[in-house]
């Protein structure tokens, strides 16, 4: 058979990457960047070479396994849906909705068939009982800027390639690729901004690799940024430095966030921040007096216990310096398709609202229909009312993703019954009466949902199958009949004939006498796919069902193989904008609220010695290490320690230590960094995979260890629920 060359994006991280995958015999033999995708330009990183890897894998899952006797079996895909039928009709009858709980993973967000079909089955369960990776990720990102700008969704992003000073805080796009923020290349587009005169700095407690190539790296203390964050907008107004630029207009609450900073001077966090307090001044001199600047912050902003104030004080400064909504300052994107920031009425809105219920144990409140998933393992485990004794996963490990993982796998393992969407048969899936894989990445098409609504520019692609459809069920299809059977369906009930009717029945609902229109051109569609010419259509650049005959089709996206460029960023205050009040609400009365927590808290003494995270771009998150191409080369679950830590504590270069808390304990390898803050570790997380009744041959043979067994399930922010995972006090001692 003749070569065929296909184009893709790459699924493994927010960088969608565009690909050029050629194909033989129906096995890949090349995969590399795309040089014509006009968004990411050829760049890849060594992942998406290892999705030939993935798809070969043997471990990787090709039919449904049953749980019997303790030991997962094959089973084929009518056994599988009949066991789940009778089992979890049996469950709701006896307990109710809330005793089935759902959990979804970070994999979920890169394959359209499970973004767009899990809402649905949510929605059927009826469950309080949500949890996602969201809440131990960007939820503070998301409630900050859904308070301010009044949807979830509406997060500004640095405008790279047009901006003078990048300032990029708790984050490390050299290994993460980016996150919140679509950027591939960032190394590129970085060296590009230095070569126009601009800089970049990075406020990181590591030298990253992003700091070393950095013009300024600022070491902090990690847990810090609120204060530090909240310093620098009290020097913007000690200094009548503040001042508001385009969106002056659509600004309300300034007054107030002057009064709320007045406490927290350079010189009240200096010595907490690790950071001097004229470094504080210059930094914030620097931002107020560039013309084009950026604050960048991620991961390690958010995953703290003020992480929501943090992501909130970001955004702040990008107001208070006139950088927001402008070309090289932060910048709201513009997508195509499944942006909710498109719809409604432009200029304002519901805005968000969070605690429309309580977790029950904790009493966590909801967030963006969730329990933040730290609550999981107390929800299985505790008696009374609601307890939940079934759950489905839909590709989430949280038994290594998650604090505490010991403690979920215990509550896992008490379920009366678990089934999970998953590729892999894993930490978490071991537990399950049955696992319904997915089709490999390369067996699927995609539209991607969330990432062009956080991207470096606009654009909008396609990606059709690159290798043939095996015959078995497609992640949606899975989906749905989970959801049918949720409601009572038998287990062979048509889950197609489901979904034509659902979609009609909506599109009579969005569009009464023009829905014969929408139906016949969404004609011998289904699924996803059927959703992606609606809202592609109907979308800020579409064709609205050829009223603009130039505006996009799917047909239009499909036809473009490397993808299609819609432009630099544009302003889009206020017409984006959605809060009730149709401005910028720069001081959110419960932000507010939290800040007499982060000043006493900055009255008590930091801990001696904490552990942070760590992400290497050869890895991603629990479920790459059975691949070989990424498998091989040395360690990378390594502790790395400053050496004068290592120096006070004995503690000696491949030698292994204990690291120890309240929590639990772990024994890893260390690594003495002069990279590190002294007083600081780091740890990768989403290694630890030696446990009993795995399938991951490979990632066995060196399992590495779980940072979260030292992470306390218990510490959240608790304006967004989600888990502290930076900052967290130990002990680290030699094994001798
Ligand atoms: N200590 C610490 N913990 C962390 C973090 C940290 O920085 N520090 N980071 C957190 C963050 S940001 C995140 S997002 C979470 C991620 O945590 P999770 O959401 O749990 O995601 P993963 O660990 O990537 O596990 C992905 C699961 O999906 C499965 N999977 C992979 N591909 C597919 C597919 O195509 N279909 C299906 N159905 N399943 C698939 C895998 O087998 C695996 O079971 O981890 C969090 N945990
Ligand atoms: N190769 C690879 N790429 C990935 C992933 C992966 O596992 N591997 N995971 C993907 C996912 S799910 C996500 S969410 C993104 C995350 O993307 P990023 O946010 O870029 O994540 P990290 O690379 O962990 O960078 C976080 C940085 O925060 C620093 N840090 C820790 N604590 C603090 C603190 O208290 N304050 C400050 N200022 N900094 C702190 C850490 O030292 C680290 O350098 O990456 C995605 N991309
Ligand atoms: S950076 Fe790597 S893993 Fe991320 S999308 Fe690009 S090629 Fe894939
Ligand atoms: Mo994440």
């Known amino acids: 058979m003749p070569q065929t060359t296909h184009y893709r994006i790459c699924p493994l991280c927010e960088a969608c990457c565009g690909l050029e995958i050629k194909v033989q015999d129906g096995a890949v033999t090349h995969i590399r960047g795309d040089a014509n995708d006009p968004f990411s330009q050829g760049y890849i990183c060594p992942k998406a070479v290892a999705l030939k890897d993935l798809h070969d894998d043997p471990d990787r899952l090709r039919t449904p396994l049953i749980k019997r006797n303790g030991r997962h079996e094959p089973a084929t895909w009518d056994e599988a849906f009949a066991e789940i039928a009778r089992r979890l009709q049996t469950l709701q009858a006896a307990h109710g909705r809330h005793a089935v709980a759902v959990a979804v993973g970070n994999p979920t967000v890169h394959k359209y068939g499970l973004m767009s079909y899990f809402p649905k089955l949510a929605r059927v369960l009826g469950t309080r009982n949500v949890f996602s990776a969201s809440s131990l990720d960007q939820v503070p990102k998301q409630l900050s800027c859904g308070l301010m700008f009044g949807h979830w969704?509406?997060?500004?992003?640095?405008?790279?390639?047009?901006?003078q000073l990048l300032v990029?805080?708790?984050?490390?796009?050299?290994?993460?690729?980016?996150?919140?923020?679509?950027?591939?290349?960032?190394?590129?587009?970085?060296?590009?901004?230095?070569?126009?005169?601009?800089?970049?700095?990075?406020?990181?407690?590591?030298?990253?690799?992003?700091?070393?190539?950095?013009?300024?790296?600022?070491?902090?203390?990690?847990?810090?940024?609120?204060?530090?964050?909240?310093?620098?907008?009290?020097?913007?107004?000690?200094?009548?430095?503040?001042?508001?630029?385009?969106?002056?207009?659509?600004?309300?609450?300034?007054?107030?966030?002057?009064?709320?900073?007045?406490?927290?001077?350079?010189?009240?966090?200096?010595?907490?921040?690790?950071?001097?307090?004229?470094?504080?001044?210059?930094?914030?001199?620097?931002?107020?007096?560039?013309?084009?600047?950026?604050?960048y912050a991620r991961i390690g902003t958010c995953t703290q216990t003020f992480g929501t104030l943090a992501s909130w004080l970001v955004d702040v400064l990008n107001v208070l310096t006139g950088h927001l909504d402008v070309p090289g300052g932060v910048m709201f994107p513009k997508a195509a398709a499944f942006a909710s920031n498109t719809l409604g009425t432009s200029g304002s809105g519901r805005g968000i609202a969070t605690g429309r219920h309580a977790s029950r144990v904790s009493g966590a409140p909801e967030v963006m229909g969730?329990?933040?998933?730290?609550?999981?393992?107390?929800?299985?485990?505790?008696?009374?009312?609601?307890?939940?004794?079934?759950?489905?996963?839909?590709?989430?490990?949280?038994?290594?993703s998650a604090p505490n993982g010991p403690r979920i796998s215990r509550a896992l393992a008490s379920l009366d019954f678990m089934v999970s969407v998953d590729i892999y048969l894993n930490e978490t899936t071991r537990h399950a009466d049955v696992i319904l894989p997915g089709l490999s990445p390369l067996q699927d098409d995609h539209f991607d949902m969330m990432?062009?609504?956080?991207?470096?520019?606009?654009?909008?692609?396609?990606?059709?199958?690159?290798?043939?459809?095996?015959?078995?069920?497609?992640?949606?299809?899975?989906?749905?009949?989970?959801?049918?059977?949720?409601?009572?369906?038998?287990?062979?009930?048509?889950?197609?004939?489901?979904?034509?009717?659902?979609?009609?029945?909506?599109?009579?609902?969005?569009?009464?006498?023009?829905?014969?229109?929408?139906?016949?051109?969404?004609?011998?569609?289904?699924?996803?796919?059927?959703?992606?010419?609606?809202?592609?259509?109907?979308?800020?650049?579409?064709?609205?069902?050829?009223?603009?005959?130039?505006?996009?089709?799917?047909?239009?996206?499909?036809?473009?193989?490397?993808g299609i460029d819609l432009g630099e960023l544009q302003p889009r205050v206020p017409e984006l904008l959605r809060t009730p009040s149709g401005k910028i609400e720069l001081a959110p009365p419960a932000l507010l609220a939290d800040l007499p927590r982060a000043w006493a808290d900055l009255q008590t003494p930091a801990p001696e010695l904490v552990v942070i995270g760590r992400r290497d771009v050869r890895s991603n998150n629990s479920w790459m290490h059975n691949l070989p191409l990424l498998a091989k080369g040395p360690m990378r679950c390594t502790a790395l320690v400053h050496p004068s830590d290592a120096a006070r504590l004995q503690l000696q270069a491949g030698k292994l230590a204990r690291?120890?808390?309240?929590?639990?304990?772990?024994?890893?390898?260390?690594?003495?960094?002069?990279?590190?803050?002294?007083?600081?570790?780091?740890?990768?997380?989403?290694?630890?995979?030696d446990l009993p009744g795995s399938q991951l041959t490979l990632a066995a043979q060196r399992p590495g260890v779980n940072l979260n067994v030292l992470l306390d399930d218990s510490q959240r922010d608790p304006l967004s629920g989600n888990a502290v995972l930076s900052g967290v006090a130990i002990q680290i001692q030699p094994i001798l």
């Not at 969704?153 to 901006?163: A, E, F, K, L």
């Open 451 to 562: 990432f062009a609504q956080l991207s470096w520019r606009n654009h909008a692609r396609y990606s059709a199958p690159v290798l043939p459809l095996e015959d078995r069920p497609a992640e949606w299809q899975i989906l749905l009949k989970l959801a049918a059977i949720a409601q009572g369906q038998p287990a062979d009930v048509d889950v197609n004939a489901i979904d034509d009717a659902q979609f009609a029945k909506d599109v009579q609902r969005q569009f009464g006498p023009h829905a014969d229109t929408v139906l016949q051109a969404t004609q011998g569609l289904s699924g996803p796919q059927r959703l992606l010419e609606l809202v592609l259509r109907t979308g800020p650049y579409g064709d609205e069902f050829g009223r603009k005959p130039d505006g996009l089709t799917l047909a239009k996206v499909q036809a473009a193989s490397s």
């Open 659 to 689: 690291i120890s808390n309240a929590s639990g304990q772990i024994e890893a390898q260390v690594e003495i960094s002069a990279d590190m803050m002294p007083g600081v570790v780091s740890l990768p997380h989403g290694w630890g995979h």
């Open 370 to 400: 969730e329990q933040p998933i730290t609550c999981l393992a107390e929800e299985i485990e505790t008696a009374g009312q609601d307890q939940v004794r079934a759950l489905i996963t839909v590709a989430t490990n949280p038994v290594l």
């Open 168 to 295: 990029v805080i708790g984050a490390n796009p050299l290994a993460s690729n980016g996150s919140m923020w679509t950027v591939p290349d960032f190394k590129g587009k970085a060296k590009a901004l230095q070569a126009r005169g601009g800089r970049l700095v990075v406020v990181d407690p590591r030298r990253t690799e992003t700091a070393a190539v950095a013009d300024a790296h600022h070491a902090i203390r990690p847990g810090a940024d609120v204060f530090f964050l909240a310093a620098m907008v009290h020097t913007l107004f000690a200094n009548g430095w503040e001042r508001l630029g385009a969106v002056s207009e659509w600004v309300a609450g300034v007054e107030d966030v002057r009064r709320a900073v007045s406490a927290f001077t350079p010189e009240a966090v200096a010595v907490r921040c690790g950071i001097a307090a004229d470094t504080i001044v210059e930094l914030t001199r620097a931002l107020a007096h560039t013309e084009r600047a950026a604050v």
């Open 153 to 163: 969704m509406t997060v500004p992003v640095p405008d790279i390639s047009r901006t």
